[in-house]
């Protein structure tokens, strides 16, 4: 079988010289141009798909729609899809010699076979080549792509000039059912899961190839088939070897072919029937042509197909099989397109936001322009936070809580003393909290229940020993100065304490920024001396020394609580902001200084990225890049129809 299909359609006219044949032409060529830039991989590319049990007569009748002799014999049948491309004519042959025979097989990778995952960009690459029609079988049992590890792969069978109309199929391997090998076990859930997997993707039509020598309901691909295509709307089937029937057992095969609404297993897109050569005929190597002619012989000179061919001659041969399959991959491909643009163009979207979401890639030869750009931007960053005039207001916002946080640490430190007894209870004064005790005597500072624990008040008598212990020349009822300024240290010694929490605090959130990339006025409180008269000379002096330590407390404690954070923003937070970007060059200095190997490593390794976000925008990339070309395609063939 060297020669090619020479066809006619319905009518006597050669099949390639009609106005179809163009239309497809253009069509399947539309559908080649997408899977070969791995469109299939995104979107469901329309496509005819070939399945069947073992020993149905699928390869036969493969073999005589693209005049190509496929593997047969046990052992070396194809365990992978096998995407057969027909071309009306050579890409090399002139337009004098447009009928120059040649095929090219390929092996197309769509998964790592590593692990399995699918690869970013689809693979093509050439495994031979012949313009020996009687060389391809060799060729094509030579691929690797016949081991069963390499089944995630696909076989492309390109002809070219061996057909009288273009057409695309997808070949699958037969279902096992069962075997007796051990090494073939595998394969009986292997050709399955295949026929599965393609079977389910939309704008797929799926040719049906049952054999009349079993029973139908005994034949797997017809229970996966309705599986996949419940309303058997995309089903196109094909009968094969009614030569073997029984006499008196057509019947229910020639109702199938007939169709109606009684008819059994019926598909919408109807069952056709072949006759394949015998094993005799394929040893002796009958040309397609006497092939063809005596499958015409068989079906006018045996019933019931002889009568039967008369109102339905359209579903007798491979020749009206090859028409049936082109028209309905035509159509399908007409209906597809405005689909395949709109989800192409869904997907460029989808693609573009997830590429867009992941962290700028940085190409080796900008390694250091990047670093530069990277460390000012940083810098920037900082400043503006520094200053509230970035858009995340968190870090000021946090700086201003210490401080805020800072001020009431140091109003804490307020002086409280004990200054009389009250019916019986003491009575403290504090800067900071009003109450009047006596109306005669306002403005003085209670707190009974929440002082009493204070370790550090100080009462009439503690201030009386101190005023002695420092008494010098001091002019009469002058209170000696040393003696106010060991009042007011015994309170003040604590804003240290308070100062360095802040500073420590704000340390903490400062790297915490870097990794990511005050307080009401108090109530004025006075003090007056508790009833001049009622009082000795030394308790108006405690008294007095008392009121003058609360007095400069009020003012000296709002100083330093404005001042200290002053202080912080100025000679801290704005100098280190200032100087960061230098401090960050001088760190990464030997790195970005250096042009040799070693500064090189030490880049790639300072902007080494998470392996799996390499991957992922790897794959992205990649993907975008085919959505593109897909788009591509797809618009220019819209526009020049």
């Known amino acids: 079988m060297a020669t090619a299909l020479h066809t006619t359609d319905p009518n006597g006219s050669p099949l390639s010289k009609s106005v179809f044949a163009a239309s497809s032409k253009q069509l399947v060529q539309l559908c080649n141009d997408l899977r070969q830039i791995g469109a299939q991989c995104h979107m469901a590319v329309p496509t005819l798909v070939v399945c069947g049990d073992q020993s149905a007569g699928k390869s036969s009748v493969v073999q005589r729609l693209c005049g190509i002799n496929m593997p047969r014999s046990d052992g070396t049948c194809t365990r992978c899809p096998t995407e057969v491309r027909l071309v009306t004519a050579s890409p090399t042959a002139s337009a004098e010699h447009t009928s120059a025979w040649s095929c090219t097989v390929k092996i197309r990778r769509e998964f790592n076979d590593k692990d399995g995952e699918k690869l970013g960009k689809v693979e093509e690459s050439v495994f031979s080549q012949t313009s020996e029609q009687s060389k391809v079988e060799a060729l094509i049992k030579a691929s690797p792509n016949l081991h069963p590890s390499n089944s995630t792969h696909v076989l492309l069978v390109h002809a070219y000039a061996g057909a009288p109309v273009d057409l695309t199929l997808i070949d699958l391997p037969g279902i096992i059912r069962s075997t007796d090998q051990e090494g073939d076990k595998g394969y009986v859930a292997l050709t399955r899961s295949l026929t599965e997997h393609y079977m389910a993707k939309d704008n797929c039509i799926i040719v049906l190839v049952v054999s009349c020598k079993t029973d139908i309901e005994n034949q797997e691909v017809y229970a996966l088939a309705k599986e996949a295509d419940p309303q058997l709307s995309r089903t196109l089937g094909v009968l094969t070897k009614p030569d073997t029937i029984e006499v008196g057992c057509a019947d229910i095969w020639s109702k199938m072919v007939q169709g109606g609404l009684e008819a059994p297993f019926p598909l919408a897109l109807g069952w056709l029937v072949v006759r394949n050569p015998t094993k005799k005929e394929m040893d002796d190597q009958v040309s397609v042509d006497v092939a063809t002619e005596r499958e015409q012989e068989f079906f006018a000179g045996h019933q019931p197909w002889a009568e039967l061919r008369q109102g339905h001659k359209a579903k007798f041969g491979i020749m009206q099989l090859m028409t049936a399959m082109s028209k309905e991959l035509v159509r399908l491909i007409k209906d597809a397109i405005p689909g395949l643009l709109e989800t192409v163009t869904e997907q460029r979207n989808q693609t573009s936001q997830g590429l867009k979401s992941l962290p700028e890639a940085v190409p080796a030869d900008q390694q250091k322009v990047w670093v530069n750009r990277a460390l000012r931007t940083l ?197 280190f902001c200032g100087g960061v970007e230098e401090h960050l060059v001088v760190a990464v200095g030997s790195s970005r200084n250096s042009d040799g190997a070693d500064g090189h490593r030490a880049l790639a390794q300072l902007l080494q990225e998470d392996p799996a976000t390499v991957k992922e925008r790897e794959a992205l990339t990649s993907q975008l890049a085919s959505l593109k070309s897909s788009y591509d395609v797809l618009r220019r063939f819209k526009k020049s129809h």
């Open 379 to 575: 810098a920037e960053q900082l400043q503006k936070k520094a200053e509230a005039t970035h858009k995340d207001k968190l870090f000021y916002s946090t700086v201003r809580g210490l401080f805020e946080t800072f001020a009431e640490k140091v109003v804490a430190t307020r002086p409280v003393f004990k200054i009389a007894d009250h019916d019986g209870a003491p009575v403290y004064a504090k800067y900071g909290n009003v109450a009047h005790v006596d109306p005669l005597d306002s403005l003085l500072t209670t707190c009974v229940a929440d002082l009493a624990g204070e370790a550090s008040v100080l009462d009439i008598a503690k201030v009386q020993a101190i005023l002695a212990n420092e008494m010098g020349n001091e002019l009469p009822g002058g209170v000696p100065y040393l003696a106010v300024v060991r009042v007011i240290s015994a309170f003040q010694d604590r804003w240290t304490e308070a100062t360095d929490t802040c500073l420590q605090d704000l340390y903490t959130n400062v790297q915490a920024s870097l990794r990511s990339a005050g307080i009401n006025d108090a109530t004025t409180a006075q003090i007056s001396l508790l009833g001049k008269g009622r009082q000795s000379k030394h308790e108006e002096t405690a008294l007095e020394t008392m009121a003058t330590a609360m007095a400069y407390f009020k003012v000296s404690s709002t100083r330093f609580k404005d001042m200290v954070p002053m202080t912080v923003m100025q000679h801290l937070l704005e100098a």
